[in-house]
């Protein structure tokens, strides 16, 4: 019996492996920048997941009165668009084609190493400042329900005057939609403001997903802290051990934005006016709230793995318990058994008619009274 829920037990963990505690993904943490070698500064090449579909151009342009949308087959189209009086934001999904990147850095006079960061996603979070432009590298993160994984993209903003670029490492869509909702509807101040207000908008909007992923996280680790009170097994190890992997991509995403956030808000720069920084000063709030519930999951994570392994040794020292005590049981049934199994030539009890049933009276006695003991002093 013992042995056929083992058989269940582990095709249960097998039947689950893939799902559950998939391979250690390591090119969600770098990719290789083997290609780069021995090149002079300022070579665009793309660094990241190998893409062969098109990349996706689109554009809004507003005022505080219209808002005009639409998708481009070529990024030229876009230049013609710019003007002095309205707002332009070009949004490009992938930056595996570096002739776009090429050309959008020539038309709006991006210095040679920005272009370069663009196209490698390995960028670590941070903000850059130019002459007439400000540029901020970020991790927009999606949680994938299928493999239980999160899925890190890197979103470039650059912004200046009447002209903000997006450029998105994939091609799967974003978070964006809220803003682009406001801007067609024309509600609130975000038509009314600068490029600065637009940049405030998109990055809150990334951060604010952060906190739906927080969310199922602190779903995940109240489910597994039941499971791990009340019945823990190899599986919740899997899944805390999961859990503190993905709470580690969250933290590497999330720690570096306090200080893009703080510097951005603190910046004087005719570009960032000073109402956006007021709700820079929000986001950064966000920011830290982010960082301390991140921090906050990773201790009560390594609470619980050091709990599961107790729980298990615990589990450990009642089976030997229950062993030794089971074998300290039949010592006396096999001290009897031993003195009647010895070959002496004179033996009267051997001669003695009841002797077999009261030898096993006697053994069968020994054996209640040494396990009654036992359940007394709660050995077993």
């Known amino acids: 019996m013992l042995l056929l829920s083992f058989k269940n037990m582990h095709a249960k963990l097998k039947t689950l492996k893939g799902k559950l505690s998939p391979k250690l993904n390591l090119s969600r943490f770098f990719k290789k920048r083997s290609k780069k070698a021995g090149l002079p500064p300022g070579s665009i090449v793309h660094i990241g997941d190998k893409i ?58 991006l210095h040679p190493l920005l272009q370069e960061d663009i196209a490698n996603s390995q960028q670590r979070p941070k903000i850059d400042e130019y002459a007439d432009s400000f540029s901020l ?3 927009m993160l999606t949680y994938n329900d ?14 200046g005057k009447n002209f903000l670029i997006t450029f998105q490492e994939g091609l799967k869509g974003d978070v964006f939609e809220t803003v682009r909702a406001r801007l067609r509807s024309g509600k609130g101040k975000i038509r009314k403001r600068g490029t600065d207000y637009l940049a405030y908008a998109l990055v809150d909007a990334i951060i604010d997903n952060y906190f739906e992923i927080l969310e199922k996280f602190g779903d995940e680790i109240e489910i ?34 306090r200080e893009v956030i703080n510097h ?45 392994l107790s729980s298990v040794s615990n589990k450990l020292n009642e089976t030997m318990k229950f062993l030794t005590a089971l ?17 002496f030539k004179f033996m009267p009890e051997l001669e003695m008619k009841w002797t077999y049933p009261a030898l096993w009276v006697i053994m069968i006695t020994a054996s209640i009274v040494t396990y009654l003991y036992f359940r007394k002093k709660n050995f077993i």
């Open 224 to 257: 597994l802290e039941d499971e791990l009170m009340q019945n823990p097994s190899p599986y919740t190890m899997q899944e805390i051990h999961i859990l503190k992997r993905e709470i580690l991509l969250l933290r590497k995403s999330a720690w570096p934005l």
């Open 327 to 343: 074998s300290t049981i039949f010592i006396p049934v096999t001290f009897l058994v031993g003195v009647y199994g010895m070959n």
């Open 146 to 159: 299928d493999n239980n994984q999160l899925q890190s993209e890197q979103i470039t903003l650059i912004f």
């Open 52 to 109: 062969t579909e098109k990349i996706g151009i689109s554009l809004i342009k507003y005022g505080d009165n219209f808002c005009e949308e639409k998708k481009i087959e070529n990024i030229e189209e876009s230049f013609k668009e710019k003007d002095d009086i309205s707002i332009l934001w070009i949004n490009i999904e992938g930056i595996h084609d570096t002739s776009i990147i090429e050309k959008t850095g020539t038309f709006f006079n």
């Open 264 to 308: 951005l808000q603190k910046e004087e720069n005719p570009l960032i006016n000073e109402l956006t920084k007021i709700y820079l000063r929000d986001v950064y709030d966000h920011t830290i709230q982010i960082i301390d519930t991140v921090e906050t999951f990773r201790d009560i994570l390594s609470e619980m793995f050091d709990i599961y």
């Open 137 to 139: 590298f970020l991790k």
